[in-house]
């Protein structure tokens, strides 16, 4: 029995960690805890298997895995990113935002809904914190979507999977964890990402406008009494075109000069002008544009400004993540100030909020590296590996295999605990079948998403539970009694979106260039066109010539440069015919030179 242990403790440490946190202990202590356990329990056994290689003197490798972590520059963008997303959501931007782009999508059946997508979308592209987007949204656009008579297993549900958005859209905090575990670049993987969370987010536009037209009562359109900011969507169109033509003239005109960076500077100088526009147009009073127009500008090109801010000076290789996320976080302190909304108290808040985020991700680390430890003294990276790697269909076989696996453990375990532990195993299983590293860690981002949508454990309808209104309440705009939301209807109403996630991952694996279009299309070569000429040898032109001396590679009179030595002043010879000898100063070379000695070595007396 114990040499069974002995030779199993792999899986056995592993179906341990699982029960630790089936009970409810905190993951960082039980990841550590299980790590020293099965390390005291490997050195006693380790003398009867020879897959265990573990000795007391091993844990003096602990401090140094410690400061690993902690030295590690890439993860110092958790605190910064999180910095700059509770700091939006207290500058009330995502309030704006949700009010704007309501009324523009306003007459449209089903536009509450497309706003919150369309606002999740923008939030995640800011914030990158999935709780921010899901509370600020529950408590703006929450109430207003009952008001007006939507579903409300529509409303919770559109909310929460909009909010979740903040996971697999740049700046994510996940895609730099799975950079970080992957051992990859994290402006690849947010290069990777980018497509398939747009894709994601027309997925969720495409449910509600499929809803709209099969359950038309469920999403009704706003009534025209609370479309405050009137119409005015001609003038908005205008406007747009107008900016589009001020960023093609500016593109035309910095070409010359900027190359491949003209059309960047030319699209912001256009969006600079037709903001200063509508600012002056405001101010003045001139009102060239509609209020709507000008509502929509003034709101919307702040936030794109800093998306650009952060996700533009990374895609282009001016900053690092890192000093993305410290930009952003200096740009959401400008826009709160520009606000007004900048005060000590916004500033303690979000300072505590992201001193115990990232308090909470340094301990997992810390857990992770005590489990790691052990976990590979036991061989147990082999173990995972070949279990892994025989399954049957190869790669499709492990990628079904692998997302199922993080399918059902998201129903327990949130996003940072799979991307410490369950992540690192996975990684040199598909490293070995080939898998582009890059393309796996999206996935499952994608997949881990779902971590915040499962009922009953979703972490995004837990936010929007805190939030909705748990008892009935008086509408302070109609005045009338609104029931509130039960937790079966925000449960029932994030099961659809559920299945979308599902779907986009699939999508993800059928059309894997949604993530490979990071690497670029560069040059191809074809390797048959490629030709390798090496400098012939003799004929005095130039380059090493051998002398002729009728025998082979003429080994005898070496390697001679043509027409002389640098020796001899670099007086260029012409080559003579036929073996004659070359002259010098009028002089005929010597002839007959005897063979050098080859058989000791050389003299320097």
């Known amino acids: 029995m114990i040499a069974f242990i002995a030779d199993n403790l792999a899986p056995i440490m592993f179906v341990s960690l699982i029960v630790f946190l089936m009970l409810g202990y ?9 790590g020293l356990l099965f390390f005291i329990i490997g050195v006693e056994l380790a003398p009867l298997s020879d897959s265990i290689n573990l000795s007391w003197p091993l844990l003096n490798a602990l401090p140094e895995r410690f400061w690993g972590v902690m030295s590690n520059d890439t993860l110092l963008a958790i605190p910064f990113f999180t910095f700059m997303g509770i700091v939006l959501e207290k500058s009330g931007m995502a309030e704006d935002l949700l009010d704007t782009i309501g009324q523009l999508f306003g007459p449209v059946r089903g536009g509450l809904a497309y706003a919150v997508i369309f606002v999740g979308a923008l939030l995640a592209a ?7 987007s899901v509370i600020a949204m529950g408590l703006i656009s929450l109430p207003i979507m009952l008001r007006y008579g939507y579903d409300r297993r529509v409303a919770s549900g559109v909310i929460a999977a909009s909010g979740t958005l903040a996971q697999i859209i740049p700046p994510s905090l996940v895609l730099i964890v799975l950079a970080d ?35 038309r009562d469920s999403m009704p359109a706003l009534p025209l009494e609370a479309r405050t900011l009137g119409s005015g969507v001609t ?21 010359p000069t900027q190359g491949e960076n003209a059309d960047i500077l030319g699209a912001t100088v256009g969006v600079a002008v037709i903001y200063v526009v509508a600012l002056i147009d405001r101010a003045l009073k001139i009102n060239a544009l509609s209020r709507l127009a000008q509502q929509v500008i003034i709101v919307l090109i702040p936030p794109l400004a800093l998306i650009f801010l952060v996700l533009g000076t990374i895609f282009l290789g001016i900053a690092t993540p890192t000093e993305g996320g410290a930009m952003g976080a200096v740009g959401a302190l400008i826009m709160a100030a520009a606000k007004g909304r900048l005060n000590l108290d916004v500033v303690r808040g979000a300072l505590t909020a992201t001193t115990r985020l990232s308090a909470f991700v340094l301990f997992i680390l810390i857990g992770a590296r005590v489990f790691s430890l052990t976990f590979y003294g036991v061989n147990g990276h082999i173990w995972v590996e070949h279990l892994l790697t025989a399954m049957p269909g190869g790669e499709t ?23 410490f532990i369950i992540v690192p195993l996975l990684a040199p299983a598909a490293d070995k079948l080939g898998i582009d590293l890059i393309w796996f860690g999206v996935l499952l981002g994608i997949n881990m998403q779902t971590s915040f949508m499962h009922p009953p454990f979703g972490f995004a309808l837990f936010y929007l539970r805190s939030v909705a209104a748990r008892v009935p309440y008086l509408d302070k705009v109609t005045g009338k009694m609104t029931q509130p939301v039960t937790t079966g209807q925000i449960y029932w109403g994030a099961v659809p979106f559920v299945g979308i996630q599902i779907l986009m991952v699939a999508l993800t694996i059928m059309f894997p260039q949604m993530v490979m279009h990071y690497k670029g299309s560069g040059a191809g070569v074809d390797p048959s ?6 400098p012939g040898f003799g004929t005095g032109g130039g380059g090493l010539t051998l002398p002729d001396n009728g025998g082979g590679l003429g080994l005898p009179g070496g390697l001679q440069l043509p027409g002389g030595s640098p020796l001899d002043g670099g007086q260029q010879q012409p080559a003579q015919p036929n073996g004659a000898p070359a002259q010098q100063n009028g002089a005929p070379a010597q002839q007959n030179k005897p063979a050098p000695d080859l058989s000791a070595p050389p003299s320097f007396n």
Do not use: C, W
């Open 26 to 34: 905190p993951v960082a202590f039980s990841l550590a805890a299980n």
């Open 126 to 132: 800011t914030t990158g914190v999935v709780a921010a």
């Open 181 to 215: 575990q992957l051992g990859r670049s994290v402006g690849d993987m947010y290069a990777g990402a980018l497509i398939p969370g747009l894709v994601l987010t027309g997925l969720y536009m495409g449910y509600v406008l499929l809803m709209s037209f099969l359950k």
């Open 235 to 255: 003038s908005l169109i205008i406007a747009l075109i107008a900016a589009a033509g001020i960023a093609y003239a500016a593109h035309v005109y910095l070409s």
């Open 397 to 419: 076989g492990f990628l079904i295999a692998v997302n199922l696996l993080v399918f059902f453990l998201a129903f327990f375990l949130d996003f940072f605990e799979l991307a």
């Open 529 to 534: 066109t490629i030709k390798i000429e090496v």
